[in-house]
């Protein structure tokens, strides 16, 4: 038997888990570091008074938006395959929201859940249209709450400036997700973009064979459109999901309140529900991962009542709770599947020798 593909896969795999490893460390160190550049007037954490008790809920919230996620792809699963596979959506869930955070503009999070799902045993069409389902939900249930923020709690914001990047944010936030209706409901137009995209490509010498990539990718887009449109058409199962993106939006803009307690601050919920909100909305199109660096200079307008010293504080541990620990999770989950791969390859090795 021939060794040499395996040891050339081996060799392949060896390769990529080291750009893995080091692309996570740019990101982390680089995003660290822009954030703790910022801080060199802060207090001594020894010096910070910090009321713990607070950071309990805002860690509540965080569980409580991981779960309003995984339920919602858990129904979307349901309603398309017929049955629900609780540990694949979580993962699912939590290896998106880790790419979204380590890829400019938080455009890795869809690509890789759709590959994840497939790579565990989801059909190609339902593969695609699980999480695009999610993505949608996830953009238009932010947009709605935008909107209530922009037009009803104006009088929160005091910056004209950051009033209206969230204008221009919503504008953008809608972009994707009225493209992805267009190619779903409307299958000729998206047909003929397709081959457009797949001829251009062929003329940059990028495709070989166009009319076999052609009819791939078509089969793949009308496959993932039917399967959205069929989930679509079912209203109870749609507003369903998109209660659970509202109570993700909900719980994930929340957090800010309970650490600015935590650090001896004082302020509305709505005030800093609202601001949070709108300030999500001005930052969106910005394109480092996790928006980091927009992220930490804007929210200072959130954190900006509590005692000069603690401000770099309480936004380093909002930060934690939102961008690092989906970091942490990542990371984990991607040990823990490689591992579990490892087993699983070497019991089916294992089988085959007996």
């Given at each position: 038997m021939d060794e040499t593909p395996k040891k050339e896969n081996k060799k392949s795999k060896i390769i990529w888990t080291t750009i893995f490893i080091v692309v996570n460390v740019i990101v982390i160190g680089w995003t660290f570091i822009k954030e703790y550049r910022d801080g060199q007037g802060a207090a001594k954490f020894t010096n910070v008074h910090l009321d713990a008790v607070y950071l309990i809920p805002a860690a509540l919230c965080m569980i409580a938006a991981i779960a309003a996620e995984t339920a919602k792809y858990a129904l979307v699963m349901k309603r398309t395959l017929g049955y629900t596979r609780w540990t694949l959506c979580r993962r699912t869930v939590l290896l998106g929201r880790y790419y979204d955070n380590i890829t400019p503009s938080g455009i890795g999070g869809q690509p890789f859940q759709i590959y994840y799902m497939k790579k565990h045993g989801i059909?190609?069409?339902?593969?695609?249209?699980?999480?695009?389902?999610?993505?949608?939900?996830?953009?238009?249930?932010?947009?709605?709450?935008?909107?209530?923020?922009?037009?009803?709690?104006?009088?929160?914001?005091?910056?004209?400036?950051?009033?209206?990047?969230?204008?221009?944010?919503?504008?953008?936030?809608?972009?994707?997700?009225?493209?992805?209706?267009?190619?779903?409901?409307?299958?000729?137009?998206?047909?003929?973009?397709?081959?457009?995209?797949?001829?251009?490509?062929?003329?940059?010498?990028?495709?070989?064979?166009?009319?076999?990539?052609?009819?791939?990718?078509?089969?793949?887009?009308e496959g993932y459109s039917h399967t959205l449109r069929e989930f679509l058409r079912h209203v109870p199962t749609c507003i369903g999901v998109m209660i659970l993106a509202l109570v993700y939006q909900i719980a994930l803009c929340s957090v800010p309140y309970f650490v600015i307690l935590a650090f001896g601050g004082q302020i509305s919920f709505l005030n800093s529900f609202v601001t949070m909100v709108t300030i999500y909305a001005a930052i969106t199109f910005i394109p480092t991962p996790g928006n980091a660096g927009a992220a930490e200079g804007v929210f200072y307008a959130v954190f900006s009542v509590l005692t000069s010293g603690y401000v770099f504080w309480a936004m380093l541990t909002w930060r934690f709770f939102v961008f690092y620990a989906y970091i942490i999770y990542g990371i984990g989950l991607t040990i823990v599947d490689s591992l579990e791969q490892k087993r699983k390859n070497k019991e089916e090795t294992d089988g085959k020798a007996t």
């Open positions: 059909p190609n069409a339902e593969s695609a249209a699980i999480p695009i389902a999610g993505f949608l939900s996830m953009q238009f249930s932010f947009i709605i709450l935008a909107l209530l923020c922009v037009f009803f709690g104006a009088k929160y914001v005091e910056s004209d400036a950051v009033r209206i990047a969230s204008y221009v944010g919503i504008v953008c936030y809608s972009v994707f997700p009225f493209l992805i209706l267009l190619f779903t409901f409307f299958p000729t137009f998206s047909e003929k973009l397709t081959r457009g995209i797949v001829t251009l490509l062929a003329g940059l010498r990028l495709v070989k064979d166009r009319e076999k990539t052609s009819a791939k990718f078509i089969e793949n887009v």
